[in-house]
T-cell receptor, first 115, second 109 residues
């Protein structure tokens, strides 16, 4: 299957700082990528849909000014958590949609811990 | 928007027995229903999926059934093994995936 990478896999930061997470599709071009957040023992909650070359579409309740998404190329989307606080600590997972097979492929996730 | 409910939240079975997890969805336009297995700290792994033009699909010990009229779909695992222990998520999709709340499956040896 298609390969999606995410970087970093784990990050610890101080409260008030910003953190950037990268999501890359390695062997296909993804016009659409998705960002999810998963709290411990909870489900994956869709945060936003990232479309190459246009603004992201955010789900209800997700602050677009806090979670900045950039999808500048067909293989890279970034999520920046701005002014992170401890309640932002979570597992962030991206997925990339392969239009050739109409299926999403998930990255390995990024564990964010805000102190 | 789409809403997906999943039951049960936890399920314990003896090794060799079958396990069934059920999901219901709200949006009749949803046309793709994947099931994922997730181990602690790992990405979800697709184990089986079904599209709305099919009523049942099987892959070795795993099967999925879909009832479009009732808007529910189920995952069936037969001859369970300890390595089947994990959290399982269903999802319903038109374009974006909406996940169910998850089922923690424990297979007791």
């Amino acid at each position: 299957g298609a390969v999606v990478s995410q970087h970093p896999s784990r990050v610890i930061c101080k409260s008030g700082t910003s953190v950037k997470i990268e999501c890359r599709s390695l062997d296909f071009q993804a016009t659409t990528m998705f960002w999810y957040r998963q709290f411990p023992k909870k489900s994956l909650m869709l945060m936003a849909t990232s479309n190459e070359g246009s603004k992201a579409t955010y789900e209800q309740g997700v602050e677009k000014d806090k979670f900045l998404i950039n999808h500048a190329s067909l293989t890279l989307s970034t999520l920046t958590v701005t002014s992170a606080h401890p309640e932002d600590s979570s597992f962030y997972i991206c997925s990339a949609r392969d239009p050739g097979v109409n299926e999403q492929f998930f990255g390995p996730g990024t564990r964010l811990t805000v102190l | 928007g789409e809403n997906v409910e999943q039951h049960p939240s936890t399920l314990s079975v003896q090794e060799g027995d079958s396990a069934v997890i059920k999901c219901t969805y709200s949006d009749s336009a949803s046309n793709y229903f994947p099931w994922y297995k997730q181990e602690l700290g790992k990405r979800p792994q697709l184990i089986i999926d079904i599209r709305s033009n099919v009523g049942e699909k099987k892959d070795q010990r795993i099967a999925v059934t879909l009832n479009k009229t009732a808007k529910h779909f189920s995952l069936h695992i037969t001859e369970t093994q300890p390595e089947d222990s994990a959290v399982y998520f269903c999802a319903a999709s038109i374009y974006k995936y909406i996940f169910g709340t998850g089922t923690r499956l424990k297979v007791l040896a």
